[in-house]
């Protein structure tokens, strides 16, 4: 439906109330650039004569078109459209869904001369859309009102995310309406996740240039970027702008809107090539994780001498790299004697009993801690003889610091410590000197990992370097990792080293 009442600069901030919803929300329902000039009018002088076609029509020679270049963001169509008439009398047409009609163009010309490779977009309907990442690697939505899905459009994008896409959604205006609306309703498609601030040293930050600091023409203040995202495995499925970024792709501010909340240009151009690259860098990622992966559950009667990968759940996002741990014990399976199942088992310590592991896995990428039963269960699983394994996912600074703060909490009396190259752990299977490590890593050839001992043997194995994304065998770009075959190596001596210490 498409609503035709006259706005004028004057009544903006009241238009469409009655149709559209509250008169505040209605007053970020503006263009957002400034008004274009007003075409100078003319005098004719008299017709001029016609001038006359040639006898013999000129051959004319037909140019090949060069190929349309492949789509990579489709911007989604929604919401309602009005006439806008600005102060100097000339009118336009705006959009819920285009209020700043050239940004992803923009962005996309201007990454096209960073990668040195051609990217395309266009406009859908959800009703329209196939739900394939495969031909929409990104679904886009920008706005600056109140955005609203039915439970069968939930469903579509949440399929369309698990199978390998990414949504991003600009809040174009900074407005409370369109942000607030969005997060609802993602957090409705994705009951079992939540938003997370994306930490600033996150590779979305850093993959083309760095985007760690940003300017705000006004009403925000400090030079701190804010994205918020849902991951998916490792990766950002669904990422918020909280402030505005399009009409910093386009080349301008938002004079019409006093609340308005947005990235300057230079600040726009960085975060929103960043975006791109990441979505494109981590495609492989996205598809090995889409994978289905079977989990095990909880059984009894499972054989004592059987290797059982426990992972432990906890409040931050716990599930790093789908499908990393049974390619890990694929190589345990064809290098030891150890029997292994080629399942991992979700555990919570505090609930769950844990005495019957011999090893637990805790990842993560971000702030996390535990509560007073969990302290208190992994203290006894460790002072019982199990390891946990504790694997930093992406090698992230804000994950690395919760590790240390609640370790302190299950061990007080721990701290720690690098892990010699003298240490078994480095021979129980392979003989471990030298590693190699993902390309973000640079200097570094030994092997980084920390430990704890309890009763003399290492309690706690900790790696402040991914390992998982080794694993899982394919590029992380930026990840701070360890190449595959490294990860591989260290990943079976260290399940060795816990099945027999």
């Not at 003989?431 to 200097?443: E, H, L, P």
Request: aromatic share 8%.
């Amino acid at each position: 439906m498409r609503f035709f009442a006259m706005v004028t600069g004057a009544a903006a901030a009241v238009v469409l109330a009655t149709a559209l919803g509250r008169a505040d929300e209605n007053e970020w329902f503006k263009p957002l650039g400034e008004p274009p000039k007003a075409s100078p009018r003319r005098v004719s002088g008299g017709e001029a004569p016609a001038l006359p076609l040639p006898a013999t029509p000129s051959r004319r020679i037909e140019r090949k078109r060069p190929p349309a270049p492949p789509t990579l963001v489709r911007k989604v169509v929604w919401g309602e459209s009005a006439p806008f008439t600005f102060d100097n009398g000339i009118s336009t047409e705006i959009a819920d869904w285009n209020l700043c009609p050239a940004d992803v163009q923009q962005l996309l010309a201007k990454v096209g001369a960073v990668l040195g490779q051609r990217y395309g977009t266009e406009s859908v309907p959800l009703a329209s859309f196939d739900g394939a990442p495969e031909g929409t690697p990104v679904l886009f939505f920008s706005g600056a009102r109140s955005i609203r899905f039915d439970r069968t459009q939930l469903d579509l994008i949440r399929n369309y995310v698990l199978r390998g896409g990414t949504v991003l959604a600009d809040n174009v205006a900074g407005s409370p309406y369109f942000y607030e609306s969005f997060m609802k309703s993602m957090a409705e498609a994705f009951p079992e996740s939540s938003f997370r601030v994306v930490p600033l040293d996150h590779p979305v930050f850093h993959i083309v240039e760095d985007a760690s600091k940003a300017q705000f023409p006004k009403n925000v203040k400090g030079d701190t970027p804010l994205l918020e995202g849902i991951y998916i495995g490792c990766r950002l499925g669904v990422v918020m702008s909280r402030y505005g970024l399009g009409c910093g792709w386009d080349g301008h501010e938002v004079p019409l809107i006093e609340k308005a909340a947005y990235y300057d240009v230079a600040s726009a151009n960085r975060i929103g090539m960043n975006l791109v690259a990441y979505v494109i860098g981590y495609s492989q990622v996205a598809r090995e994780e889409a994978k289905p992966e079977l989990f095990g559950e909880l059984d009894e009667r499972r054989p004592t001498d059987e290797l059982v990968f426990a992972q432990l759940r906890h409040g931050g996002h716990w599930n790093v790299h789908p499908g990393g741990a049974v390619s890990l014990l694929r190589v345990v399976r064809q290098n030891t004697s150890i029997r292994t199942s080629l399942k991992r088992v979700p555990v919570t310590a505090g609930k769950d009993d844990l005495s019957g592991f011999t090893l637990l896995y805790l990842t993560g990428l971000d702030r996390f801690e535990l509560d007073e039963a969990a302290v208190a269960a992994l203290k006894r699983f460790l002072e019982g003889d199990g390891t946990l394994l504790i694997n930093n996912g992406l090698g992230l600074g804000t994950f690395d610091a919760s590790v240390r703060a609640e370790l302190k909490k299950i061990l007080p009396d721990g701290a720690l410590e690098p892990v010699p190259p003298a240490h078994p752990i480095f021979s129980s299977v392979f003989k471990i000197g030298q590693v190699k490590y993902a390309s973000a890593v640079q200097g570094m050839t030994a092997p980084a990992l920390e430990g704890i001992s309890v009763g003399g043997d290492l309690r706690v194995i900790y790696s402040p370097f991914d390992l998982e994304a080794g694993w899982q065998g394919c590029e992380h770009p930026l990840a701070r990792a360890y190449a595959p075959e490294s990860a591989m190596q260290l990943g079976v001596n260290v399940i060795m080293y816990a099945m027999t210490h």
